[in-house]
């Protein structure tokens, strides 16, 4: 019996897309504590002292991290479709 289906490797098909899951759940996290950290940096202190000092000096360095991050998951994405999707069929391809 032949098949029309390539020999290939779906478990590692599979769990590569699982870890892309995975890493779409925690840039979800990432970008809620990214958002709770800045409103906090940005709210006026209640009392004095040497952190409400420093509060807006912290601030860009939230938003540099998460710019970072942003495009670490969108290379990883892009990563992700060339391998298996764009690129799938070329010699010594994802699958060898």
Same mark, same amino acid.
């Given at each position: 019996? =032949? =098949?029309?289906? *390539?020999?290939?490797?779906?478990?590692?098909?599979?769990?590569?897309?699982?870890?892309?899951?995975?890493?779409? +759940? =925690?840039? @979800? @996290? %990432?970008?809620?504590?990214?958002?709770?950290?800045?409103?906090?940096?940005?709210?006026?202190?209640?009392?004095?002292?040497?952190?409400?000092?420093?509060?807006?000096?912290?601030?860009?360095? +939230?938003?540099?991290?998460? +710019?970072? @991050?942003?495009? @670490? %998951?969108?290379?990883?994405?892009?990563?992700?479709?060339?391998?298996?999707?764009?690129?799938?069929?070329? *010699?010594?391809? *994802?699958?060898?």
């Amino acid at each position: 019996m =032949s =098949s029309d289906t *390539p020999s290939t490797d779906l478990w590692l098909e599979r769990s590569r897309l699982d870890g892309m899951m995975l890493g779409a +759940v =925690s840039y @979800g @996290g %990432f970008f809620i504590l990214t958002v709770q950290a800045a409103a906090t940096l940005m709210r006026r202190p209640q009392h004095g002292g040497k952190i409400a000092d420093h509060r807006l000096a912290l601030l860009p360095y +939230v938003l540099i991290t998460f +710019v970072l @991050g942003t495009i @670490g %998951f969108a290379a990883n994405a892009k990563y992700t479709q060339m391998i298996w999707i764009d690129l799938r069929d070329t *010699p010594g391809g *994802p699958s060898h």
